[in-house]
């Protein structure tokens, strides 16, 4: 697996299709000539898919979704799967995102169907895992981690691409991300777990760690220097051009 730094741009439901639209034209612009040494994917909403698609294709960034169904042609009103996202030249998808998670209710099962579903139809899922506040106060956010990460991985062999981000919740959308101290343990632990599941072999291969969580320009460096992770999960920072740009950048020089 090409382990160089992998920076995923995660735009939410923040921009109208035509704002979508001019900041992936900006992203062409200014991102390509850093994507030889930074795979920078950029996730629209599932309106966006194809414009943005369209908009990436001559470049080298890569074109993500922000959620997908599971199974295929299957009556689920407002699904969309694997398959329609692999036809429209989605690479990888975010799943089991905690927004998804809290305010629509996603369990670990659905999200395991979702990271089975997308890697038998080679989409990578970008698997999101993290505790609550309350469950880090009161010492529980190992057991939390492991525990979703457990459920997503169920039955998924290996044999596959898969990105794993941790994701503390409080760290989310709020300007306050974990200390790279905090997050080194707790990726440490999510290896270990993956190292109870697979081969050394397959994880070198196919699995990749990155943090989430109010990363921006100038932190990005210290958590690339931790040991496992190999990049971000990156929204409120991804809106901003400028921002988002000196992100990238600073990623092609850690
Ligand atoms: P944020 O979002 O960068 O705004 O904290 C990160 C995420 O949702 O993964």
């Known amino acids: ?24 034209k900006q992203f062409a612009v200014k991102l390509e000539r850093f994507a030889e040494k930074t795979e920078v994917v950029v996730c629209p909403t599932h309106l966006g898919l194809i414009e943005v698609g369209e908009i990436l294709k001559p470049t080298k960034l890569i074109l993500g979704a922000q959620d997908m169904a599971w199974g295929e042609n299957w009556a689920l009103t407002g699904g969309v799967s694997a398959g329609m996202l692999r036809e429209a030249g989605v690479r990888y998808c975010i799943v089991g995102h905690s927004e998804r998670r809290r305010n629509l209710g996603e369990t670990d099962d659905m999200v395991n ?55 503390p919740i409080w760290a989310i959308g709020t300007g306050i991300p974990a200390e790279p101290s905090e ?62 740009t000196k992100l990238v950048q600073v990623t092609k020089l850690s």
């Open 183 to 244: 997050v080194a343990l707790m990726v440490e632990l999510i290896h270990q777990t993956l190292v109870d599941l697979f081969s050394l072999d397959l994880i070198m291969k196919n699995f990749r760690i990155i943090y989430g969580g109010s990363i921006d320009s100038g932190n990005i460096g210290d958590f690339l220097k931790l040991r496992y992770v190999v990049g971000g999960l990156v929204g409120t920072a991804s809106l901003n051009l400028e921002e988002f």
């Open 1 to 24: 697996m090409d382990k160089k730094p992998l920076i995923i741009a995660n735009w939410k439901m923040n921009l109208l299709l035509n704002e979508e639209v001019g900041l992936a």
């Open 113 to 167: 169907k979702k990271a089975l579903s997308a890697t038998s139809h080679g989409l990578t899922p970008i698997i999101c895992v993290g505790e609550s506040l309350d469950e880090r106060q009161a010492g529980k956010k190992e057991v939390k981690v492991i525990s979703q990460l457990k459920a997503a991985l169920k039955n998924i062999k290996g044999d596959q691409p898969i990105v794993v981000s941790y994701e």
